[in-house]
């Protein structure tokens, strides 16, 4: 699974789970603040990843010091990166 395969997937998912436009879903936007997500929609947010990402998110401290979309790409390519390796 590539960067760019990560950022399609997780912008997907932010702009049909969440009705984010398009346009909002860039690295630098914040979660909470730029795309409007509360923590109920963050909860789902992981539910949402977990499916597409077929992956177990289990690190709970480490999503919740996610702020941005280009930290929860990172933090899914470093979960992508100890997937393969493990």
Do not use: C
């Amino acid at each position: 699974m590539t960067h760019e395969t990560i950022v399609a997937t997780v912008n997907n998912a932010f702009a049909e789970e969440f009705e984010v436009e398009p346009e909002k879903l860039v690295p630098e936007a914040h979660i909470k603040d730029d795309l409007g997500l509360d923590s109920l929609d963050i909860v789902d947010m992981i539910i949402v990843l977990e499916q597409a990402f077929n992956f177990k998110l289990t690190d709970r401290s480490s999503i919740a010091n996610i702020t941005t979309l280009g930290e929860l790409y990172d933090f899914i390519g470093a979960l992508r990166d100890a997937h393969v390796e493990g």
